[in-house]
């Protein structure tokens, strides 16, 4: 009966994710059609910071707790599912096409934002000033980004009549979120049960179900805008997230208390990360899109991480 249970909270979970995946994507659109902003940037803003919030209140917590090892360790390993993962298994599913702007600027920031954040942790400490100066990058880059985009959308000439209301939007968009992140731990909830069923042990539960399963809320936000045509979207939502990440998950948590012990037993993962950032770009850039074949290199190199992981465990 309990197993019985645990594939229904699958089920409900699957369906809550889907449906708050499409539901995200079509509020997501009105508001930047209603604000004159691109897909893009509302990819990188609403959609990519909106599904890192969860991450957002772990680092947080875990730096409160004085536990730098979960902190580092909740972003280097979202980071590298976003590209390695997300992107992989959307590209997969649809061939996603880069704008000049993702591949000018988008893409090289979060490049040189993983860097510095790998420059910064491999002193073992990320402190206050570091912490400050994260996040004035990042508001930076939201700034510049959205008087860009609403400087080339003053000729536009669309209809906006058929756009939905922006109070329907911000709502349709907030309850989104909600499902996604319900829908995430509906899911996890019934896949761990159903793993201890079987008698798989809590520590490859950890290592591969949940730390997939945090990545839900991305993933299903990323596929359903690249089925919509969205891939704009999709790439900024990984964008990011990334981007996000390191600069304000983690900026904040080091202003919030100073992040100690941030080399040990990372360096591994903090290479892979930026390995990843620079592969992507170099994947957007040869072609200006990024293809099937290009999807399956990400996860299998994602795949590789997870086992490698298991094996040094």
């Known amino acids: 009966m309990d197993i019985l249970i645990d594939i229904l909270y699958i089920v409900i979970g699957f369906v809550l994710l889907v449906k708050g995946g499409d539901y995200l994507v079509d509020g997501a659109v009105a508001i930047a059609r209603k604000a004159k902003l691109s897909s893009m940037v509302i990819g990188l803003t609403i959609v990519g910071f909106g599904t890192s919030a969860p991450e957002l209140l772990v680092s947080l917590q875990a730096a409160l707790a004085g536990s730098p090892g979960i902190s580092i360790g909740n972003v280097v390993g979202s980071n590298i599912a976003n590209i390695a993962l997300i992107l992989g298994v959307t590209s997969i599913i649809c061939a996603c096409p880069a704008s000049k702007s993702t591949l000018a600027i988008d893409t090289p920031f979060m490049a040189l934002s993983v860097i510095l954040f790998m420059a910064v942790a491999m002193t073992g400490t990320i402190s206050r000033i570091a912490g400050v100066v994260a996040v004035l990058m990042l508001v930076s880059f939201i700034v510049w980004q959205i008087r860009n985009s609403r400087k080339n959308a003053k000729n536009d000439d669309s209809n906006d009549e058929q756009i939905m209301p922006l109070w329907k939007s911000i709502v349709i968009v907030l309850l989104s979120f909600a499902a996604l992140v319900i829908g995430a731990d509906v899911l996890i909830d019934g896949a761990q049960g159903v793993a201890k069923s079987f008698g798989v042990s809590e520590r490859i539960i950890g290592l591969t179900i949940i730390a997939v399963g945090t990545s839900l809320p991305e993933l299903f936000a990323s596929i359903m805008a690249a089925r919509k045509g969205e891939t704009d979207m999709a790439i900024g939502n990984v964008i990011g997230s990334v981007t996000f990440n390191v600069l304000c998950v983690i900026g904040l948590s080091a202003v919030v208390c100073e992040i100690h012990d941030t080399a040990e037993g990372f360096l591994f993962d903090y290479i892979l990360m ?19 074949w290009e999807g399956v290199v990400l996860v299998l190199i994602y795949i590789g991480y997870i086992v490698r992981t298991v094996v040094m465990q």
Not at 274 to 292: I, M, Y
């Open 274 to 292: 930026v390995a990843l950032g620079l592969l992507l770009w170099l994947f957007l850039f040869t072609k200006r899109n990024l293809e099937r």
